[in-house]
């Protein structure tokens, strides 16, 4: 029982990093980022495929951080001077030729077969039993930590510009800022923290395999902080809560409908995120715990 | 690589080509009039898919009126998720619309996938036998679904270009608040878009399904791909998106020869990368850096 608390606390977390690294890109620059799920992958698979060529650990989470981060740069520099929306279906795109790289260069991922044998985080520091926790507690040292930076990126004058650009680029640009370098940054900032979770989630699951990294792991991630209220870090937290629990609680509505098979219990699923996607834009656009009222574009 | 098989890629990229116009299209004018790119385009096509299938075995065999069940019924779909969504959505931002696609292309698959499960199915067309002109391979199916996927652009772009409504369509792209104030209802317009674009999603995805297999990911895996002939072709502009993905399809097949079908979708990420960088507004678009 402790274990599955551990377990789901961890998951929580990992999914509170991505968040956070989304939230400073959507909530507090208004970018719209559909490829989290491909900064996430190569940043497990780098700390992954280092670690097993006896990288040390805390060195391929450096560099699986890293590598992200690069990877949103000629995104951003492509992207960015243009529209919005391209910017969305650019990272889309992204994610699926990540995905698709992945699954067939097998001499460097094994493809489909995944990789196994990750080495775990703190193995060999603490006893085996104690290692969940132990991670657990690295995950909320990292979750502070960079909830604590994000807040301060966005009390500096960096954060300013890049509320500003949010509200209204024109203004921005009219002060002779140039929004598509402030916009580049913060979408290599929350890659680079997307990549950081990948890594620290590889380390903990100890097999990775592509089909880890499809799309629905982004909506999962959107829905949690359109759903917590878009430009607040506090409904970001309450939002990875809510998603993870409706996650997990959904694998007990089998036990209540008997009749319903395992696809479509995970089509169920699907459905119940896609329609609160709608239903959230909808009816509540700032979210069940935001306050600012949207923006217009 | 010998220039039979480039030749046979080559006419099996127009096909292709051809039949993804149709969503394509949607994906334009939805992008120019409705102003976001319907994310849940790929999903209307495989509702299409599937309708067609599923209406094959109610309505008993009959290809062609199966077809047109399945464009009803997309329409149909296409049209209540303007009414509950997009309607009410048209007054706030863009990106607003966008999430809300996603979240209709996720409804929308997984109601596929809840009732036919994750197989894959086939819609029962007669086999017929490619002619062989000296090794180029042309199958009488495909030359169907050109004629198909052709007759559906000619009459939306007889409607666009020479009627009373498709003026009023190009008003509305041009300038929604101009359009307003020379009292053009914008209501009849959105009604006959929608129509439009659900309909031509789901022939587009009846003919895939006729062509290939009919599975869950049909369409959403070819989102990609249309955004990426779309804006080769210049988002907004019906006739750069017929250009746009036909162009690009037969790019895409004949690319395939040498890296394997795997890399489609990474084809259409770069191809989009490099139109982005080099001409943004594609073909025959025009540019729209701060929309």
């Known amino acids: ?297 | 690589m010998d220039l039979i098989s480039i030749a046979n890629a080559v006419i099996n990229g127009v096909v292709i080509g051809m039949l993804l116009a149709l969503p394509a299209l949607a994906i334009t004018l939805v992008f120019g009039i409705a102003r976001f790119p319907n994310a849940a385009t790929g999903d209307y096509m495989t509702l299409g898919a599937y309708t067609t299938m599923a209406s094959q075995l109610v309505l008993g065999g009959s290809i062609v009126a199966a077809v047109l069940a399945a464009m009803t019924a997309t329409a149909a779909i296409s049209l209540l998720m303007y009414f509950w969504v997009f309607r009410a959505l048209s007054e706030r931002s863009h990106v607003s619309r966008l999430i809300a696609s996603i979240g209709v292309a996720f409804a929308v698959r997984s109601t596929i996938t809840f009732f036919a499960g994750q197989d894959q199915y086939v819609i029962d067309v007669p086999l017929v036998r490619a002619w062989n002109f000296g090794g180029l391979r042309i199958l009488p199916t495909d030359l169907y679904i050109v004629g198909a996927a052709l007759t559906a652009l000619f009459v939306v772009f007889f409607i666009m270009y020479l009627t009373p409504t498709g003026r009023r369509m190009r008003a509305i792209a041009d300038s929604a608040e101009l359009a307003a104030a020379s009292g053009i209802r914008a209501r009849r317009v959105m009604i006959f878009l929608w129509t439009i674009a659900g309909a031509f999603c789901g022939l587009g995805g009846a003919l895939l399904g006729i062509k290939a297999v009919v599975l869950p990911e049909l369409g959403w895996e070819l989102l990609m791909p249309m955004f990426a002939g779309v804006i080769l072709g210049g988002i907004g502009s019906p006739v750069g998106a017929v250009l746009g993905i036909v162009t690009f399809s037969i790019a895409q097949e004949v690319a395939s020869l040498y890296v394997g079908p795997a890399y489609k979708i990474v084809l259409a990420f770069f191809i989009l990368l490099v139109v982005l960088l080099l001409r943004p507004q594609g073909m025959l678009g025009r540019p729209i850096a701060a929309r």
């Open chain 1, 1 to 297: 029982m402790e274990g599955y608390f551990i377990a789901i606390a961890i998951s929580v977390l990992v999914y509170l990093l991505m968040a956070s690294g989304l939230a400073l890109q959507y909530g507090f620059t208004g970018l719209v980022n559909f490829g989290h799920v491909g900064f996430f992958a190569i940043g497990s698979y780098a700390s992954a495929l280092l670690a097993l060529k006896g990288v040390p650990v805390p060195v391929s989470l450096a560099a699986a951080a890293l590598l992200a981060a690069l990877a949103a740069y000629p995104i951003g520099i492509i992207a960015l001077r243009l529209g919005g929306d391209y910017l969305a279906i650019v990272t889309l795109g992204f994610s699926e030729a990540v995905r698709m790289t992945l699954q067939t260069e097998e001499w460097l991922t094994r493809g489909m077969h995944g990789l196994p044998g990750i080495p775990r985080l703190f193995a060999g520091w603490v006893e085996p039993r104690y290692i969940d926790l132990c991670i657990l507690l690295l995950l909320v040292v990292v979750c502070v930590a960079v909830f604590f930076a994000i807040h301060q990126i966005i009390k500096s004058p960096f954060g300013r510009v890049i509320e500003a650009i949010r509200d209204n680029e024109v203004a921005v640009r009219a002060l002779g800022k140039n929004p598509a370098q402030f916009k580049t940054r913060s979408l290599m900032i929350g890659a680079g923290i997307a990549g950081l979770a990948g890594g620290l989630q590889a380390h903990y699951l100890t097999f990775i395999s592509p089909e880890q990294y499809v799309p629905l792991i982004t909506f999962y991630i959107w829905i949690a902080i359109v759903l917590g209220g878009v430009g607040s870090l506090r409904g970001v937290v309450m939002g990875t809560v809510l998603l993870v629990g409706f996650l997990e609680g959904s694998r007990f509505l089998r036990d209540i409908f008997t009749g319903i098979s395992e696809v479509q219990l995970a089509s169920v699923r699907i459905w119940i995120i896609g329609m609160a996607l709608i239903c959230v834009v909808l009816y509540r656009p700032q979210g069940l715990f935001g306050k600012s009222a949207e923006r217009k574009h």
